[in-house]
């Protein structure tokens, strides 16, 4: 139980916005989680939608990281951190989001919609997925809930919506433990 106190400490303690956009990390983790719960999403994606960019909690400073130019590989950082509390099923599209965003930046559609700053993240990200890293990609076990995950974290970065609180995830995360 120590890690979800932990977790929600971060989510109440971190007020730096996300990179380059004008919500909190916790705001927009939060959002992304909310698009899971209206899409009628399981609770299994919801949960990954709201840890989906703990990484960011982890790194030292992200913002840092993007005016160098580097990719802090917040999706691997954690991946690696909540693997050892959450099942698989959490953590999995939490590891492939970014992946997800690279291939479905191949949709000009999809790409246009993509902020400035997720434009940036994505070419310090290795850009869009070749071909064959598509391909394979689509092969993965959790592709489709990475999909449906990063889906939800591009439209998550709105400033005028009623939020709900880390609080009322509690629940949900202590459910999913290992």
Known sequence: MQVIDKIILNFTSNKSLYIGEKVTMSEHMIQTAMLAEKAKCDDNLICSSLLHDYGHFILENPDELVELNIDGQHENIGYEYLKSFFK?????????????KRYL????????????????SLEL????????????????????PSILLRKFDEAAKKTDIKMKSIHDYKKLLTSKLI
């Not at 930046?105 to 246009?112: E, I, L, Q, T, V």
């Not at 990200?125 to 489709?144: M, P, T």
């Open 88 to 100: 698989k099923e959490i953590v999995e599209p939490i590891k492939y989001h970014v992946l997800a």
């Open 105 to 120: 930046a191949n949709d000009k559609k999809y790409f246009d919609l993509l902020s400035e700053a997720s434009k940036t």
């Open 125 to 144: 990200q290795g850009g869009v997925l070749s071909r064959e890293e598509s391909v394979k990609f689509e092969a993965q076990e959790y592709f489709k």
